[in-house]
C-alpha cells in the first residue's frame, strides 16, 4: 500500500472518546497549535533576580512620561511597584501610634519579643516597623529595634510577639518568598521597655493566600445542589486576597477587595518609594471618598475613577456590593455629586454582589453572581449609564474574565463565555476535563490572560486534588480550537509596555515565551512537552493492521538545543477499551541544519493491532520541535 500521511485536526478534543475522536489529537501538555500543527511552546526566565513577599494575584504595567517603566505587584502580604528589577514597598499604613505607643519586652536567651500596644488591630503575619526605641539594655540594642518587623503570634489585643533580627531591611532577606532572618537573642541586661518614644507603624492587614470555606445545612441560595446536601461557602472574614488597579495617569490607584482604596503618587515618590495612602486621606478629599470596594479601575476615555460594590455617598464605611460610584472627571479628590461636577452612583439592578469588572474599547462590563451588565459613557448630565444584557451567566471568580479588543472572555462555573456584542457560550472541546478536576472551593484563584502574539486566551485554575493553580487550558480564538497543560502561574499579564508576557510563581516574575527552557532555577531545566492522538484505524477497525515505518516531518527551527530531537511512539491496541498491547518509541533528530534542515530520514518499527496512536514526547534543555505531515507506511493484517 501507499503510505498513509498523518493529518490530525488541530486542538484537543476529550469531549469524546479517544476512538471516537478519530483523526483528532487527545491529549497535550506544553504544546499549542499554529497554523493548525503542534509546537513546543516558548520557555521562561526570571525577571530579575529580586523576589518579593507573598504570593501575587495582581499585575498591572503602565508608562510615565519621562519613559519610566512601572510594574504594580500585588500580593497576599505586600503591595509593591517594580522598577528597575527592585521592588519598592508601596503596602499602605494602616496606624501609626503616637509617640510612646507601644513598649518592649525580652526573655533571657530567647529572640522573641513581646509588645504592649493598648489597640494594635494587628493579625499574625502583619507587618509594623518600629522607630524612636532605646535600647533594652543587651543584645537588643536600639537599631535592632527600630526596623520593620512580620509579627509572630497575636497574644491578645493589646500584645503580640516577633523574633529579633540583625539590622536588615526585609527586602534584603527575602530569598525565594521566604524571610530568612539571622536572630539575635536577649540576654540578662535586656531588662527595658524601649523607651517612652516608640512609635509603631502598621501595614494594612494582610490578607490569605487560599480561600477558607465553611459548609452546612442551609449555605448557599434556595435551591443551590441536592435537597439536604451541604454546600461550602467562603467564610466571613476569610477571604482571598484580590488586588485591582489600574493607572491615573503617571499615578496609580489600587483596591483590595472588599476592603480599602488607595492612591499612589509618583510624583511624592523618593528613595525608598513613598507608600501609598487612602484615597479619603487626600489632601482636598471630600468626605464621602468611597472607604472601601470590590473593584476599581479608571475609565481611560474620561479620565473617571470608578469604585464598583462600594459605599454610598450618604453612609461612607457601610458597603453596598451593587453600588457602582465614581468620582468627578479627572479629580480623584471629588466624589461628592453636585450639579458643578460629574461624579455619581448607579446601582446594578440584578444579582447579590458586583464580582468583577472589565473595560473594552467601548464600555465597562460588569459581572455580580447572575448576571452582565454594560456600562458606558454619556457625558453630562447622567455622566454615566448601564444595561442589562444577559441574566443567565455565571463567573468562576474576580480574575475570570478578560478583554481583548472590544471582546470579553470569561470562565463561568461550568461553561465558558465570551461577549462581543451578545453573550455566547463558547463550544469548548476540553469542558469536561476541566471543570471534571477542578477544586471548586479555591476557584477565586482562577486567573485569565491573553498571550496574543499567538492569539490564545490562557485560563490558569486549580485541579481538583490541588489548593494552589497547577493547570491551564487554552482557547485559540484565532482558530478557535482548545489545548490544555499543567503550569504553576497565579498570575498572567500580556506583551505590551514588558517586550513578553509576564507570570508570577513563589515570589519571583518570569518572562515568559523566552527560549525553549525552564529558567526558574540556575541552571536552566527542560520542559518536558507531549501531545498524543486518538486512535486510527483502517476501515471499521475490522481488519488488523501491520505497522512497518515511519517517516518523520518535523522542525527544530529556532532550537537551543545542541542535539534536538523529538520521541515518535506509536501504540497499538485491538479493542477501544482495551489496553495498548505493542508500543514502539523511535528518536528522531537533527542531523544538519545547512543548506537545509535534516533529520532523521525514516525508522522501522514492526507493530499490530486494529488501532493505534501516535504520541510525540520531549524532554530536552532548549529543544524546539515543531510537526508537519508525517506518513506512515501502514499494511492490512487480516482479520485474526
Not at 473617571?304 to 461612607?316: K, L, Q, R, W, Y
Not at 457601610?318 to 479629580?331: E, G, H, N, V
Not at 459581572?367 to 451588565?373: G, I, K, P, R
Request: proline share 4%; hydrophobic share 35%.
Amino acid at each position: 500500500m501507499p503510505l498513509t500521511k498523518l493529518q490530525f485536526r488541530p486542538g484537543i478534543n476529550k469531549e469524546t472518546t479517544s476512538f471516537a475522536n478519530e483523526g483528532g489529537w487527545f491529549d497535550c501538555d506544553k504544546v499549542r497549535f499554529r497554523f493548525g500543527t503542534p509546537e513546543k511552546i516558548g520557555g521562561w526566565i526570571k525577571r530579575s533576580g529580586s523576589s518579593f513577599l507573598g504570593t501575587a494575584r495582581a499585575l498591572h504595567a503602565w508608562v510615565a512620561i519621562d519613559g519610566t517603566q512601572f510594574l504594580g505587584v500585588g500580593t497576599h502580604l505586600k503591595y509593591y511597584i517594580e522598577e528597575g528589577g527592585g521592588y519598592n514597598d508601596a503596602t499602605p499604613l494602616r496606624e501609626t501610634t503616637a509617640s510612646g505607643g507601644a513598649t518592649f519586652s525580652a526573655t533571657n536567651g530567647s529572640a522573641v519579643i513581646t509588645v504592649t500596644d493598648s489597640n494594635h488591630g494587628a493579625v499574625a503575619g502583619d507587618f509594623v516597623t518600629f522607630s524612636g526605641a532605646a535600647t533594652l539594655g543587651g543584645n537588643i540594642t536600639a537599631d535592632i529595634l527600630n526596623q520593620e518587623y512580620q509579627i509572630d503570634e497575636i497574644v491578645s489585643t493589646t500584645q503580640y510577639k516577633f523574633s529579633a533580627r540583625t539590622v536588615s531591611t526585609i527586602a534584603s532577606i527575602t530569598d525565594d518568598n521566604q524571610l530568612n532572618p539571622t536572630a539575635v537573642l536577649a540576654n540578662s541586661s535586656d531588662s527595658g521597655n524601649g523607651g517612652s518614644s516608640v512609635v509603631a507603624a502598621y501595614q494594612v492587614n494582610v490578607g490569605l493566600d487560599t480561600t477558607v470555606s465553611g459548609n452546612g445545612w442551609g449555605a448557599g441560595t434556595w435551591g443551590r445542589g441536592t435537597w439536604g446536601s451541604s454546600t461550602s461557602l467562603t467564610a466571613t472574614g476569610a477571604t482571598l486576597r484580590i488586588w485591582s488597579h489600574d493607572n491615573f495617569g503617571e499615578d496609580l490607584v489600587f483596591c483590595i477587595r472588599d476592603a480599602g482604596i488607595f492612591y499612589w503618587d509618583k510624583s511624592a515618590k523618593s528613595a525608598p518609594m513613598a507608600r501609598a495612602v487612602r484615597l479619603n486621606e487626600l489632601a482636598g478629599a471630600d468626605s464621602t471618598v468611597p472607604t472601601k470596594a470590590k473593584v476599581v479601575l479608571v475609565s481611560d476615555r474620561d479620565r473617571h475613577i470608578i469604585a464598583f460594590g462600594c459605599d454610598s455617598e450618604t453612609d461612607v464605611g457601610t458597603q453596598d456590593p451593587l453600588l457602582i460610584r465614581f468620582c468627578s472627571q479627572a479629580d480623584p479628590t471629588t466624589w461628592q455629586s453636585l450639579p458643578t461636577n460629574t461624579a455619581g452612583d448607579l446601582r446594578v439592578s440584578s444579582g447579590s454582589e458586583i464580582i468583577t469588572a472589565v473595560e473594552t474599547k467601548q464600555q465597562i462590563l460588569v459581572f455580580t453572581d447572575v448576571s452582565l451588565h454594560a456600562m458606558q459613557f454619556l457625558g453630562p448630565p447622567f455622566t454615566f449609564g448601564i444595561t442589562l444584557i444577559s441574566k443567565n451567566i455565571t463567573i468562576v471568580g474576580p480574575l475570570g474574565a478578560i478583554a481583548v479588543e472590544d471582546s470579553v472572555f470569561w470562565m463561568g462555573s461550568e461553561e465558558f463565555y465570551v461577549y462581543s456584542g451578545q453573550v455566547q457560550k463558547l463550544p469548548c472541546t476540553v469542558k469536561d476535563h476541566v471543570f471534571n478536576d477542578f477544586n471548586t472551593s479555591q476557584a477565586e484563584k482562577v486567573t485569565a490572560g491573553v498571550n496574543s502574539s499567538f492569539g490564545e486566551i490562557w485560563w490558569f485554575y486549580p485541579s481538583a486534588n490541588s489548593e494552589e493553580v497547577d493547570k491551564y487550558v487554552i482557547y485559540n480564538y484565532q482558530q478557535r480550537i482548545w489545548y490544555i497543560g499543567s503550569l504553576e502561574r497565579t498570575v498572567w499579564l500580556d506583551r505590551g509596555i514588558n517586550s513578553q508576557p509576564t507570570a508570577a510563581k513563589d515570589g519571583y516574575l518570569y518572562s515568559h515565551e523566552t527560549g525553549f527552557s525552564d529558567g526558574s532555577t540556575e541552571p536552566a531545566t527542560a520542559i518536558s512537552s507531549h501531545i498524543e492522538s486518538s486512535q486510527l484505524d483502517i476501515g471499521d477497525g475490522e481488519n488488523f493492521v501491520f505497522l512497518k515505518r515511519v517517516i518523520p516531518d518535523v522542525t527544530f527551527e529556532g532550537t537551543e538545543a545542541d542535539n534536538p530531537l523529538l520521541n515518535f511512539t506509536l501504540k497499538t491496541r485491538n479493542f477501544p477499551g482495551g489496553k495498548y498491547l505493542q508500543t514502539e518509541t523511535k528518536e528522531v533528530s537533527r542531523s544538519s541544519t545547512t543548506p537545509v534542515e535534516q533529520f532523521t530520514d525514516q525508522v522501522h518499527i514492526r507493530l499490530r493491532g486494529r488501532s493505534f496512536a501516535l504520541r510525540l514526547e520531549e524532554s530536552v534543555i532548549g529543544n524546539r520541535w515543531r510537526l508537519g505531515l508525517p506518513r506512515i507506511d501502514i499494511r492490512p493484517d487480516g482479520r485474526r
